[in-house]
């Protein structure tokens, strides 16, 4: 079983910057890709950012140059991995609730919420004009 808790969210004025954080439990992430999705109101969820085990890594034309997602290893453990999202340059319109993802094969950023097997709960971002 894997764990995915998301923390870092809150309420910031347009132009702004906040980091979101996920905790990943429960697997050695070799073959993982690990991602940020965002779901505005009744609209499906959409793919913000995604890192795959390379480091490769791959962007929401709407957040280019804004977002930057990473990852690192925590603690002495290969089983606990943290996921950022660093969001500078805010918009109201990335006002969201930010979810974060993961899944043991290569997904691109089209992904919906069935091609990635563990999600997290979500945390809510708040960007006011």
């Known amino acids: 079983q894997v764990y995915v808790t998301e923390s870092g969210g809150g309420s910031v004025q347009a132009g702004g910057s906040l980091t979101l954080s996920c905790e990943i439990l429960g697997t050695t992430f070799t073959r993982y890709c690990m991602g940020w999705f965002r779901r505005v109101g009744g609209k499906e969820r959409e793919g913000v950012a995604i890192?795959?085990?390379?480091?490769?890594?791959?962007?929401?034309?709407?957040v280019k140059g804004r977002f930057t997602i990473s990852k690192n290893s925590t603690g002495n453990t290969p089983y606990l991995k943290t996921l950022y999202l660093q969001m500078n340059s805010l918009k109201p319109e990335d006002t969201a609730m930010y979810y974060c993802?993961?899944?043991?094969?290569?997904?691109?950023?089209?992904?919906?919420?069935?091609?990635?097997?563990?999600w997290g709960q979500g945390t809510q971002v708040t960007v006011s004009s």
């Open positions: 890192i795959y085990p390379d480091r490769q890594t791959t962007y929401a034309d709407s």
């Open positions: 993802a993961a899944e043991p094969r290569r997904r691109p950023l089209s992904s919906g919420v069935s091609d990635f097997r563990f």
